[in-house]
């Protein structure tokens, strides 16, 4: 999945603050799929099963491709020359802003799960009503991006409840990953400032709004996994204002060796 950079019909009637925020955000949600596609990609030949572990290997390309169109955008909105690349591997861990969720570590395919269902529950409801901004590019992302993260949200719900209503290992190892990564989650839809900006200029999704289907949908799996959803957990921030765990230096160790050792280096 990859959008064409096109130059946004109204980008040039944006406030310079209006630009900057756009510009945080955009940067924010590309950086969110980049680390969840490479964390995906270390399952890759280590999956349970072959269907599995090319169903993870999918899910890894799907963000990747949504990460492309981001990046890119992202460049363009701050017009400094920077391309996608230079934002992908050219800068530290602090200037990242991915919620803390995403780079937490793979852990068991229980774990990984989890992880993704939490993930995809906000990403695609996010996506349903980002594809209506007024922004076009944003939009054209949203549009494109939604249909594969309808996918995703389907596979993880799933086997959520495969895990959750299955046998007492698998119960136990997703009852562990729960009680490890729930506390995640509640950052997905705690916006920033720049987040908050945007949502009362209308140019994002208001995350309070979008809440009620998220919850109906984690107590519908919740469920049917027969799980109960847990409660009273106090919640971690900081990610997206670039306040990291120790996980995202190591995983930019790897994910930027390439391009620091051989700068500009094309395949």
Not at 217 to 244: L, N, W
Request: net charge negative; aromatic share 10%.
């Amino acid at each position: 999945m990859q959008v064409a950079p096109s130059e946004t019909p109204a980008l040039n009637n944006y406030s310079p603050e209006v630009r900057q925020q756009l510009f945080a955000y955009v940067l924010q949600l590309a950086d969110t799929s980049l680390i969840l596609g490479h964390r995906l990609s270390e399952w890759c030949g280590h999956g349970p099963i072959l269907e599995q572990d090319l169903a993870m290997a999918n899910i890894a390309l799907d963000l990747l491709g949504e990460t492309r169109s981001l990046f890119q955008y992202a460049a363009e909105l701050e017009g400094q020359g920077r391309t996608e690349d230079d934002l992908a591997f050219l800068r530290l861990a602090t200037e990242y802003r991915n919620p803390l969720l995403v780079e937490q570590p793979n852990g068991d395919f229980a774990a990984t799960i989890v992880r993704q269902f939490l993930f995809d529950t906000f990403h695609y409801h996010c996506l349903v009503e980002l594809h209506k901004s007024p922004d076009a590019q944003l939009a054209a992302i949203a549009e494109k991006a939604v249909k594969e993260a309808a996918y995703h949200l389907k596979w993880s719900s799933e086997w959520m409840i495969r895990l959750g209503d299955g046998t007492a290992e698998s119960r136990q190892r997703l009852d562990k990953a729960l009680a490890t990564l729930w506390r995640y989650s509640g950052e997905l839809t705690t916006p920033t400032a720049t987040e908050q900006a945007l949502q009362a200029a209308g140019i994002i999704p208001d995350y309070a709004a979008l809440r009620p289907a998220m919850d109906a949908h984690v107590a519908h799996v919740f469920g049917e996994a027969t799980v109960p959803v847990p409660q009273g957990v106090f919640m971690m921030t900081g990610g997206k204002e670039g306040r990291h765990s120790e996980h995202l230096g190591y995983i930019l160790a790897e994910l930027q060796y390439m391009q620091r050792t051989y700068p500009g280096l094309k395949w």
